[in-house]
């Protein structure tokens, strides 16, 4: 790495990974090694590895378990297909659901929903990106661009935003990663952190606001409590990467720990796109009572990473390692530190779970590009969060009610790019965004296995911006939402294995500052003027598991109004303002299924051949513009389908190729005239995972060496030569190795 780039709190975060095995040696004495069998994940994958023994759990109070034994017992109201909160929710860690407690969880929504365990991707791929880790995720289109930088879409959501995150909400163990004002970045995501990631498509996302089309995704953390809270891992591969990635966690008595931390390096597959990173996770639980526990939580982030830009579609197809002469010549980058606390403090009655907690972000932005941007972000709040589960007249009766809180300030000052570094001051303002959401979520079970769900959100929310540089005019202005986003819906609990569901709902997402339009020869537009953006969506869908099948399926179309989408361009820049009426609709299915069994263990666990598959039809549109008429809405592929054939052998080696492919080119401006061109990856990997204490893996991507596109920025009009492409990596191979206890 440059020694141009700033290293401000470095030594902190360089140094994580000795505190990591500082704790190695301590926290053994008092760990309790503990496992779970896994449960099927909603996300198709590879079948489950071997089970472990189930944890010792903390002991309930005896008139608690009393009363969950009596109501467990009723099998008409409580079928074992859909037990009570009481019963999934909690345990060993009250704060923290296990993936199983998870999985349950998340199969209440009537609605399309994932989970993603760790061992889906942790100990077989080099897992560096959030695609790694969303890859069999039907409905989630996620491309990196460079570095940790990811184009993320989920049912078509932000595909107008040419930069940092839009239409999604992110969330590590439910605090938000996203800025007040309702940005996002990739940067803060470490893979290799997490226990399990949660996947909320659209509304289904309600009891994290709801407000936006691509719904939410929540990486959630091991605790102490954990099986095998001690681990270090080593990955290596292709253009200079490497990473040193190292966990400690335990139990004793009452208390509990958990510490992760990761410090990785990249030169790079295009010119320019070096980068480094060190982050560290760590939680404390404290239960104060076999009902009562409490949790804080830090996480820390240095990222210092450079950014190649985006080229023309003729050098992306033929120099793909070329990064975008501009870029070099302001030495652009993307650097970020961020520390995050919070609390969460769970309390379980008989039929009644509370969770509640507060937290706080300081995240410093250091971002030279057309201009150094120098941002501070102040964000903070708070939520609170009732499960009922109890029988009702002879019913079973789930009630789910709410409320989250997420403001914060943005310091911001942009600078003259001289070559990388400030020059003279160039704008200046302070923006203060505020987000309270409420919301509530009934489920009645009119039959034992039958319940109809209704709900609603209700979002106030605030946006303050005051110009503290006044030389080119007074942007000041503020604005205020406040939205209702109802829904309601049918799940059907088909046997203990198979769901059917079906939903209406609506969901709306208020614009952020950077949502505005100016420049020559297009309207003027300030952010005070966008209004939010609404959509209705209609969905059903069917998801389960047989000992040698899993599916997952969903068909959507969601009407939208004012969608925020790129309308006007200026100097080659996207000016985000409202669509009048667009139309996203799709099909999102995963199948997992055992071709063959038995190919040479003929005894004893079969060995199997398993294919993997993903697949998401896109049809997004214009709905009569004055414009742009019914053209497509540029940004995502229509066709898009991940799939991996494996052979598995319950000896824990597995060995396969994989491809990713999109049959069609898709369109990068909204008036259809510049298209990408279309693609298929091979890949191939191998190892050896038998669920114990050690495992390894060679992973081999893009083995045909195809120079493809692999995201692009979109614009109202391009030509053929707009800088729209983000070139896809080569030919690169990666391997790696863990031992965990």
Known sequence: MSSAFPRPRSRVLAHATALVSTCLVVLPAVAQSRSDSPLPPVTVQAPDQAARPAPARPKPRAASQSTRAVRSAAPAAQPSSAPAVSEIARGPALTVLTVQQALADIQQAPGGVALVPANAYRNSTVASTIKDILDYVPGVFAQPKWGDDTRLSIRGSGLSRNFHLRGVQLYMDGIPINTADGYGDFQEIDPTAYNYVAVYKGANALQYG????????????????????????????????????????????????????STQAAEGFRNHSDGEAHRLSANIGYQITPDIET???????????????????????????????????????????TVRL?????????????????????????????????????????????????????????????????????????????????????????????????YVEDSFYVLPNVALVAGTQFLHATRDRRDRFLSDGDQSGSTTFNLWSPKGGLLWQIDPNWQAFANVSRSAEVPSFGESASGPGIPFIPFTSIR?????????????????????????????????????SAFGNCNVTNADRTMHQGVEAGLGVTLFKHLFERAGAPDRLWLNMAYTLNDFRFDGDARFGNNLLPGAPRHYLRAELLYKNPNGFY????????????????????????????????????GGPYSIYIE?????????IASASIIDKANANSPLFEPGTGRAVYAGFKARW
């Open 210 to 261: 709801a407000n936006s089309l691509g719904g939410a995704i929540n990486f959630v953390t091991k605790t102490g409590r954990d099986p095998f809270p001690n681990g270090v891992s080593v990955d290596a591969g292709a253009f200079g990467y490497r990473r040193l990635q190292a966990n400690a966690g335990g139990v004793n008595g009452a208390w509990d720990g958990y510490v992760t931390a």
């Open 342 to 438: 919070a609390n969460k403090t769970t309390i379980r009655f008989d039929n009644t779970v509370v969770d509640f907690g507060a937290f706080g972000v300081d995240r410093h932005l250091m971002h030279p590009i057309f201009q150094w941007l120098d941002y501070r972000y102040q964000d903070y709040g708070g939520f609170a969060k009732v499960t009922d589960d109890r029988i009702i007249g002879g019913y079973r009766n789930r009630l789910v009610a709410g409320i989250n809180l997420l403001n914060g300030r943005l310091d911001n000052k942009q600078y003259v790019n001289i070559a990388g570094q400030k020059g003279a001051l160039a704008s200046s303002s302070l923006d203060k965004s505020t987000n309270t959401a409420f």
């Open 532 to 568: 939010p953006q609404r959509a209705t969506t209609y969905e059903i869908g069917t998801r389960g598991r047989r000992p040698d099948l899993t599916w997952d399926l969903s068909l959507y179309r969601a009407e939208i109004k004012d969608e925020l989408l790129c309308l006007y």
């Open 655 to 690: 060995m396969g190729p994989n491809v990713e492919w999109v049959p069609q080119a898709y369109y990068v401006d909204s008036a259809n005239t510049l298209q990408t061109e279309p693609y298929a990856l091979l890949g191939l990997k191998a190892g050896i995972d038998n």
């Open 700 to 708: 081999g991507r893009n083995l045909l060496n195809k120079s493809y």
């Open 295 to 337: 949790r804080f939580y830090l996480n820390a982030n240095h990222v210092r990473q450079r950014i190649p830009g985006s080229v023309t579609r003729d050098v992306a197809l033929n120099a793909p390692q070329t990064a975008a002469a501009n870029n070099v010549a302001l030495d652009q980058q993307r650097n970020i530190d």
